[in-house]
């Protein structure tokens, strides 16, 4: 029978990517410098091939390196899979979950949502990861996350998807704005420059350009935001109108704010999904778990 990696070499080496330095990561394993790098020999020599080029000052993840550091992530992930497997009998959605979510929904859709799932889940333990959508994705893909909640449409591959629901677009404008008259809005009729949005990378910039037909994008100002929060205090100091999700209305971010929203005839939406590994043993919790949120938001 051919010789596989360990559990333990796995969990130093995948500890090893992460913080690219040999005492660190042997701190964070919590053993020694010299054991850990006689484990990450082993697995060298169990795989046949050098995972690590190293100097006297840096230690350098070389390319087959970062594929097996992707794959050890998968199969230690799968192998909790296993444990959880073995804890079903405890109830449904019970132990360790790792939940990516994208900041254009978490502020708004988690805190009351949180709650309730704690009371009627308690036995689950829901670690939160915020960031932009295309990281979240590659942490998936690397193992690093069990689920995600985003928005789409996004361009996806090897993922199981299930949509909540459709969030709609909202105008926010400062009250006493000249830049756009809310009620007779049109696109068409905005100035150059006075749309702002968030910058590249966040999918919300996308998907309100799509789903408020914004087609003239010298309507969209070249400085773009970096965060919501930030784009809303553009707005608020009057240098432009912009569009939000309808779950932002009524949010912390617009309280105590001089904004106003306001509906946009013809607007689109974004669908808001749960998304996890195709092929998952844990589907049908994923699937419970979209469930609860979409009756709770």
Known sequence: MQKLPSVRQLQYFVTLDELGHFGRAAEACFVSQSAFSTAIQELELTLGAQLVDRTNRRVTINSVGREVAVQARICLQELQDITRLAREREGPLSGKLVLGVIPTIGPFLLPTMLKKLRRTFPKLQLYLREQRSDELYAGLQAGNIDLLLMALPFPLKNVETQVLFQDGFLLACRR???????????????????????????????????????SELDKVNRFAASSLHTLLEMVESDLGITFIPEMAQGSALLRGTHIATHPVQSAGHRDIALIWRKGSNHGDDFRALGDFIAENR
């Open 176 to 214: 006493d704005t000249a830049l756009v008259d809310p009620a007779k809005f049109s696109v068409d009729e905005l100035h150059p420059e006075s749309v702002l949005l968030l910058e590249d990378g966040h999918c919300l910039r996308d998907h309100a350009v799509s789903a408020c037909h914004i």
